[in-house]
Protein backbone atom coordinates (compact mmCIF):
# COMPACT_ATOMS: atom_id res chain seq x y z
CA UNK A 1 0.00 0.00 0.00
CA UNK A 2 1.20 3.31 -0.82
CA UNK A 3 2.04 5.93 2.09
CA UNK A 4 -0.06 8.47 -0.52
CA UNK A 5 -3.88 8.97 -0.28
CA UNK A 6 -3.99 11.41 -3.30
CA UNK A 7 -1.71 11.53 -6.41
CA UNK A 8 -1.83 14.24 -9.08
CA UNK A 9 -0.31 13.91 -12.20
CA UNK A 10 0.10 16.51 -15.11
CA UNK A 11 -3.75 17.68 -14.42
CA UNK A 12 -4.92 20.07 -17.22
CA UNK A 13 -7.72 22.26 -16.86
CA UNK A 14 -8.75 24.00 -20.13
CA UNK A 15 -11.89 26.40 -20.41
CA UNK A 16 -12.24 27.45 -24.06
CA UNK A 17 -13.78 31.08 -24.55
CA UNK A 18 -16.35 31.14 -27.17
CA UNK A 19 -17.37 34.76 -28.83
CA UNK A 20 -18.51 35.66 -31.92
CA UNK A 21 -22.31 34.83 -33.38
CA UNK A 22 -21.49 31.19 -34.21
CA UNK A 23 -20.06 30.77 -30.70
CA UNK A 24 -16.36 29.82 -31.68
CA UNK A 25 -13.90 28.99 -30.21
CA UNK A 26 -11.72 32.80 -30.00
CA UNK A 27 -9.17 31.58 -27.19
CA UNK A 28 -8.59 29.54 -23.89
CA UNK A 29 -8.14 30.03 -20.06
CA UNK A 30 -5.52 27.47 -18.77
CA UNK A 31 -6.50 27.06 -15.41
CA UNK A 32 -4.93 24.88 -14.17
CA UNK A 33 -1.47 23.96 -16.40
CA UNK A 34 0.26 20.53 -15.67
CA UNK A 35 -0.10 20.45 -12.14
CA UNK A 36 1.47 17.59 -10.08
CA UNK A 37 2.08 16.96 -6.38
CA UNK A 38 1.04 14.09 -3.85
CA UNK A 39 -0.98 13.98 -0.27
CA UNK A 40 -0.24 11.33 2.31
CA UNK A 41 -3.00 9.60 4.23
CA UNK A 42 -3.78 11.80 7.22
CA UNK A 43 -1.64 14.90 6.07
CA UNK A 44 -3.24 18.36 5.15
CA UNK A 45 -1.37 20.18 2.00
CA UNK A 46 -2.25 24.00 2.22
CA UNK A 47 -2.95 25.25 -1.59
CA UNK A 48 -2.31 29.37 -1.34
CA UNK A 49 -1.82 31.82 -4.34
CA UNK A 50 -3.90 35.31 -5.56
CA UNK A 51 -7.09 35.19 -6.85
CA UNK A 52 -7.73 33.30 -10.23
CA UNK A 53 -4.19 31.53 -9.92
CA UNK A 54 -6.94 28.60 -9.96
CA UNK A 55 -6.97 27.05 -6.56
CA UNK A 56 -10.51 26.45 -6.88
CA UNK A 57 -10.58 24.57 -10.36
CA UNK A 58 -8.05 22.51 -9.32
CA UNK A 59 -9.37 21.55 -6.05
CA UNK A 60 -13.01 20.62 -8.01
CA UNK A 61 -10.86 18.63 -10.80
CA UNK A 62 -9.65 16.62 -8.03
CA UNK A 63 -13.52 15.14 -7.35
CA UNK A 64 -14.31 15.58 -10.97
CA UNK A 65 -16.97 18.03 -10.50
CA UNK A 66 -15.04 19.36 -13.13
CA UNK A 67 -14.15 17.73 -15.59
CA UNK A 68 -10.22 18.00 -16.20
CA UNK A 69 -8.76 18.39 -19.96
CA UNK A 70 -5.50 16.07 -19.05
CA UNK A 71 -3.54 14.24 -16.71
CA UNK A 72 -4.11 11.84 -13.78
CA UNK A 73 -5.94 11.41 -10.24
CA UNK A 74 -4.76 8.49 -8.58
CA UNK A 75 -7.25 8.10 -5.56
CA UNK A 76 -5.76 5.02 -3.23
CA UNK A 77 -3.77 3.17 -6.09
CA UNK A 78 -6.97 4.27 -8.57
CA UNK A 79 -6.76 6.38 -11.67
CA UNK A 80 -9.83 7.86 -11.12
CA UNK A 81 -9.84 10.24 -14.81
CA UNK A 82 -10.74 6.81 -16.40
CA UNK A 83 -13.95 6.09 -13.73
CA UNK A 84 -17.35 5.87 -15.13
CA UNK A 85 -20.89 7.33 -13.15
CA UNK A 86 -20.99 4.14 -11.42
CA UNK A 87 -17.49 4.19 -10.13
CA UNK A 88 -17.61 7.78 -9.16
CA UNK A 89 -20.43 7.79 -7.31
CA UNK A 90 -18.72 5.04 -5.08
CA UNK A 91 -15.42 7.05 -4.89
CA UNK A 92 -17.51 10.61 -4.13
CA UNK A 93 -18.24 8.88 -0.92
CA UNK A 94 -14.76 8.97 -0.12
CA UNK A 95 -14.04 12.02 -1.43
CA UNK A 96 -16.29 15.59 -0.29
CA UNK A 97 -15.79 18.94 -0.29
CA UNK A 98 -16.21 22.47 1.78
CA UNK A 99 -16.65 25.48 0.06
CA UNK A 100 -16.11 28.97 1.32
CA UNK A 101 -19.85 30.15 1.34
CA UNK A 102 -21.94 28.16 3.82
CA UNK A 103 -25.44 30.20 3.51
CA UNK A 104 -25.21 29.48 -0.51
CA UNK A 105 -24.30 25.91 -0.12
CA UNK A 106 -26.80 25.14 2.43
CA UNK A 107 -30.63 24.34 1.04
CA UNK A 108 -32.87 27.24 2.99
CA UNK A 109 -35.85 25.07 2.97
CA UNK A 110 -34.32 22.00 4.48
CA UNK A 111 -33.81 21.53 7.86
CA UNK A 112 -30.79 20.66 9.31
CA UNK A 113 -31.54 16.64 9.71
CA UNK A 114 -32.39 16.34 6.21
CA UNK A 115 -29.51 18.05 5.13
CA UNK A 116 -27.12 15.97 6.97
CA UNK A 117 -29.45 12.83 5.71
CA UNK A 118 -29.97 13.67 2.27
CA UNK A 119 -25.50 12.29 1.46
CA UNK A 120 -26.64 9.16 3.41
CA UNK A 121 -30.26 8.53 1.16
CA UNK A 122 -27.93 8.96 -2.35
CA UNK A 123 -24.92 6.55 -0.73
CA UNK A 124 -27.61 3.82 1.14
CA UNK A 125 -26.27 4.32 4.63
CA UNK A 126 -27.69 3.63 7.73
CA UNK A 127 -31.29 3.29 6.26
CA UNK A 128 -32.44 1.98 9.57
CA UNK A 129 -34.38 4.77 10.54
CA UNK A 130 -32.47 4.42 14.37
CA UNK A 131 -29.37 3.96 12.75
CA UNK A 132 -29.90 6.99 11.11
CA UNK A 133 -31.23 8.90 13.91
CA UNK A 134 -28.14 7.69 16.22
CA UNK A 135 -25.84 8.99 13.19
CA UNK A 136 -27.44 12.19 12.74
CA UNK A 137 -26.92 12.90 16.76
CA UNK A 138 -22.65 11.48 16.05
CA UNK A 139 -22.47 14.45 13.70
CA UNK A 140 -23.91 16.86 15.60
CA UNK A 141 -21.83 15.62 18.34
CA UNK A 142 -18.76 15.64 16.22
CA UNK A 143 -19.11 19.00 14.79
CA UNK A 144 -20.28 20.49 18.57
CA UNK A 145 -23.46 21.51 17.36
CA UNK A 146 -26.63 21.19 19.94
CA UNK A 147 -29.16 18.03 18.99
CA UNK A 148 -32.29 20.34 18.22
CA UNK A 149 -30.29 21.62 15.50
CA UNK A 150 -31.45 18.73 13.89
CA UNK A 151 -34.87 20.43 13.43
CA UNK A 152 -33.78 23.84 12.64
CA UNK A 153 -33.32 25.79 9.41
CA UNK A 154 -30.08 27.26 7.61
CA UNK A 155 -31.04 30.80 8.80
CA UNK A 156 -31.31 30.13 11.92
CA UNK A 157 -27.69 30.01 12.36
CA UNK A 158 -24.47 31.74 12.35
CA UNK A 159 -22.21 31.61 9.75
CA UNK A 160 -19.68 29.85 12.25
CA UNK A 161 -22.63 27.42 13.24
CA UNK A 162 -23.35 26.78 9.22
CA UNK A 163 -20.02 26.30 8.09
CA UNK A 164 -19.94 23.27 11.02
CA UNK A 165 -23.03 22.07 9.07
CA UNK A 166 -21.66 22.03 5.92
CA UNK A 167 -18.85 20.14 7.79
CA UNK A 168 -21.04 17.48 9.33
CA UNK A 169 -22.71 17.11 5.94
CA UNK A 170 -18.90 16.24 4.86
CA UNK A 171 -18.30 13.64 6.97
CA UNK A 172 -21.88 12.34 7.21
CA UNK A 173 -20.70 9.67 4.33
CA UNK A 174 -17.37 8.81 6.12
CA UNK A 175 -15.27 10.41 3.78
CA UNK A 176 -11.18 9.71 3.81
CA UNK A 177 -10.31 13.06 1.69
CA UNK A 178 -11.63 16.39 2.00
CA UNK A 179 -11.22 19.19 -0.49
CA UNK A 180 -11.45 22.43 2.10
CA UNK A 181 -12.04 25.40 -0.45
CA UNK A 182 -11.59 28.61 1.99
CA UNK A 183 -13.98 26.80 4.25
CA UNK A 184 -13.18 30.03 6.86
CA UNK A 185 -12.69 32.82 4.41
CA UNK A 186 -16.13 34.04 5.12
CA UNK A 187 -16.61 33.93 8.83
CA UNK A 188 -15.72 36.39 11.50
CA UNK A 189 -12.05 36.37 12.58
CA UNK A 190 -13.40 35.07 16.16
CA UNK A 191 -15.13 32.51 14.21
CA UNK A 192 -12.14 31.15 11.95
CA UNK A 193 -9.85 30.08 15.00
CA UNK A 194 -12.66 27.51 16.12
CA UNK A 195 -13.83 26.34 12.82
CA UNK A 196 -9.84 25.26 11.74
CA UNK A 197 -9.28 24.22 15.61
CA UNK A 198 -12.55 21.71 14.69
CA UNK A 199 -10.96 20.77 11.02
CA UNK A 200 -8.09 19.39 12.87
CA UNK A 201 -9.70 17.62 15.86
CA UNK A 202 -11.56 16.01 13.33
CA UNK A 203 -8.68 15.23 11.01
CA UNK A 204 -7.01 13.77 14.41
CA UNK A 205 -9.84 11.71 15.41
CA UNK A 206 -11.19 10.39 11.89
CA UNK A 207 -7.48 10.58 9.93
CA UNK A 208 -8.69 12.50 7.45
CA UNK A 209 -6.60 13.92 4.26
CA UNK A 210 -7.21 17.42 3.50
CA UNK A 211 -6.19 19.83 0.52
CA UNK A 212 -6.74 22.94 2.59
CA UNK A 213 -7.30 25.83 -0.28
CA UNK A 214 -7.19 29.55 1.39
CA UNK A 215 -5.43 33.05 1.14
CA UNK A 216 -4.65 33.47 4.37
CA UNK A 217 -1.38 32.67 4.58
CA UNK A 218 -1.34 32.63 8.49
CA UNK A 219 -4.05 30.17 8.73
CA UNK A 220 -2.75 27.83 5.89
CA UNK A 221 0.61 27.94 8.04
CA UNK A 222 -1.17 26.31 11.08
CA UNK A 223 -3.16 23.71 9.43
CA UNK A 224 -0.80 22.55 6.60
CA UNK A 225 1.62 20.21 6.66
CA UNK A 226 3.11 20.87 3.41
CA UNK A 227 2.24 24.02 1.55
CA UNK A 228 1.85 24.42 -2.25
CA UNK A 229 2.36 27.68 -4.08
CA UNK A 230 0.05 28.31 -7.30
CA UNK A 231 0.69 31.03 -9.60
CA UNK A 232 -1.52 31.66 -12.79
CA UNK A 233 -2.32 28.09 -13.06
CA UNK A 234 1.09 26.50 -12.32
CA UNK A 235 2.87 25.01 -8.88
CA UNK A 236 5.41 27.14 -8.72
CA UNK A 237 6.91 25.79 -4.92
CA UNK A 238 5.96 23.32 -2.69
CA UNK A 239 7.71 21.87 0.77
CA UNK A 240 6.97 21.46 3.86
CA UNK A 241 5.26 24.22 5.74
CA UNK A 242 8.94 25.46 7.96
CA UNK A 243 10.58 25.45 4.55
CA UNK A 244 8.64 27.81 3.14
CA UNK A 245 8.23 30.21 5.58
CA UNK A 246 11.37 30.67 6.43
CA UNK A 247 13.35 29.59 2.99
CA UNK A 248 11.73 29.52 -0.06
CA UNK A 249 13.29 29.50 -3.31
CA UNK A 250 10.56 31.16 -5.37
CA UNK A 251 10.45 34.63 -5.79
CA UNK A 252 6.81 34.73 -6.01
CA UNK A 253 6.49 32.93 -2.66
CA UNK A 254 9.07 34.92 -1.16
CA UNK A 255 6.69 38.12 -1.89
CA UNK A 256 3.52 36.70 -1.36
CA UNK A 257 4.73 35.40 2.12
CA UNK A 258 6.77 38.89 2.73
CA UNK A 259 3.45 40.22 3.12
CA UNK A 260 3.10 37.77 6.51
CA UNK A 261 3.80 40.50 10.07
CA UNK A 262 6.31 38.66 12.41
CA UNK A 263 5.32 37.75 15.76
CA UNK A 264 8.73 38.90 16.11
CA UNK A 265 9.20 42.74 15.83
CA UNK A 266 12.78 41.63 15.41
CA UNK A 267 12.32 39.42 12.78
CA UNK A 268 10.44 41.59 10.65
CA UNK A 269 10.79 40.87 7.06
CA UNK A 270 11.03 43.51 4.83
CA UNK A 271 7.36 43.54 2.64
CA UNK A 272 8.52 42.86 -1.03
CA UNK A 273 5.55 44.61 -3.32
CA UNK A 274 4.96 43.04 -6.57
CA UNK A 275 5.24 45.29 -9.36
CA UNK A 276 2.86 45.49 -12.46
CA UNK A 277 -0.70 43.22 -12.48
CA UNK A 278 -1.08 39.68 -12.53
CA UNK A 279 -1.38 38.61 -16.44
CA UNK A 280 -4.38 37.19 -17.99
CA UNK A 281 -4.58 33.60 -17.68
CA UNK A 282 -5.93 33.80 -21.37
CA UNK A 283 -2.68 35.30 -22.81
CA UNK A 284 0.24 34.27 -20.04
CA UNK A 285 3.66 35.36 -20.58
CA UNK A 286 6.20 33.63 -22.24
CA UNK A 287 8.57 31.50 -20.42
CA UNK A 288 8.14 31.62 -16.89
CA UNK A 289 4.82 33.30 -16.29
CA UNK A 290 5.97 34.93 -13.80
CA UNK A 291 8.67 36.95 -15.21
CA UNK A 292 7.62 40.45 -16.04
CA UNK A 293 7.06 40.90 -12.35
CA UNK A 294 10.21 39.01 -10.90
CA UNK A 295 13.22 41.36 -9.59
CA UNK A 296 15.25 38.37 -10.36
CA UNK A 297 14.48 37.60 -13.96
CA UNK A 298 16.74 37.62 -16.89
CA UNK A 299 16.46 35.83 -20.48
CA UNK A 300 16.27 32.32 -20.04
CA UNK A 301 13.09 33.23 -17.67
CA UNK A 302 11.26 35.22 -20.92
CA UNK A 303 12.37 32.26 -22.92
CA UNK A 304 11.57 28.68 -21.59
CA UNK A 305 9.41 27.72 -18.32
CA UNK A 306 11.51 26.45 -15.74
CA UNK A 307 11.57 22.23 -14.84
CA UNK A 308 11.07 21.18 -11.21
CA UNK A 309 13.94 21.42 -8.90
CA UNK A 310 14.34 19.79 -5.63
CA UNK A 311 16.70 21.88 -2.95
CA UNK A 312 15.15 18.45 -0.55
CA UNK A 313 13.45 15.57 -0.75
CA UNK A 314 10.60 17.61 0.24
CA UNK A 315 10.92 21.06 -1.25
CA UNK A 316 10.36 21.49 -5.09
CA UNK A 317 10.12 24.74 -7.11
CA UNK A 318 10.09 26.23 -10.61
CA UNK A 319 12.23 28.49 -11.06
CA UNK A 320 15.47 29.45 -12.87
CA UNK A 321 16.67 31.57 -10.61
CA UNK A 322 16.06 30.48 -7.31
CA UNK A 323 16.66 32.64 -3.57
N1 LIG B 1 -16.30 27.96 -15.81
C1 LIG B 1 -15.29 28.74 -16.19
N2 LIG B 1 -15.21 29.19 -17.46
C2 LIG B 1 -14.18 29.97 -17.86
N3 LIG B 1 -13.17 30.35 -17.05
C3 LIG B 1 -13.19 29.94 -15.78
C4 LIG B 1 -14.25 29.11 -15.26
N4 LIG B 1 -13.99 28.86 -13.94
C5 LIG B 1 -12.84 29.49 -13.65
N5 LIG B 1 -12.36 30.14 -14.74
C6 LIG B 1 -11.11 30.93 -14.83
O1 LIG B 1 -10.06 30.09 -14.39
C7 LIG B 1 -9.12 30.82 -13.63
C8 LIG B 1 -8.95 30.16 -12.26
O2 LIG B 1 -10.14 30.36 -11.48
P1 LIG B 1 -10.33 29.77 -10.02
O3 LIG B 1 -11.69 30.09 -9.57
O4 LIG B 1 -9.91 28.35 -10.02
O5 LIG B 1 -9.26 30.62 -9.19
P2 LIG B 1 -9.03 30.69 -7.60
O6 LIG B 1 -7.56 30.57 -7.41
O7 LIG B 1 -9.90 29.72 -6.91
O8 LIG B 1 -9.45 32.18 -7.26
P3 LIG B 1 -10.08 32.77 -5.89
O9 LIG B 1 -8.92 32.91 -4.95
O10 LIG B 1 -10.63 34.10 -6.31
O11 LIG B 1 -11.12 31.82 -5.41
C9 LIG B 1 -9.63 32.24 -13.57
O12 LIG B 1 -8.98 32.99 -14.58
C10 LIG B 1 -11.10 32.11 -13.87
O13 LIG B 1 -11.59 33.26 -14.49
MG1 LIG C 1 -11.40 29.91 -5.45
Not at 65 to 93: H, V, W, Y
Request: glycine share 6%; with cysteine; proline share 6%.
Amino acid sequence: MSEYLLEVKDLCKRFPIKGGLLGREVGAVNAVNNVSFKIKKGETLGLVGESGCGKTTLGRSILRLIEPSSGQIIFDGKDITQFNADEMRAIRRRMQIIFQDPYASLNPRMTVGDILAEPMEIHGLHTNKADRQKRLLQLLDQVQLPKDALNKYPHEFSGGQRQRVCIARALAVEPEFIVCDEPVSALDVSVQAQVVNLLMDLQKDLGLTYLFIAHDLKVVEYISNRVAVMYLGNMVEVAESHELYGGSKHPYTKALFSAIPSHDPKHQQSRIILEGDIPSPMNPPTGCHFHPRCWKATEDCKKSYPIVTSSSETHQFRCHNPL
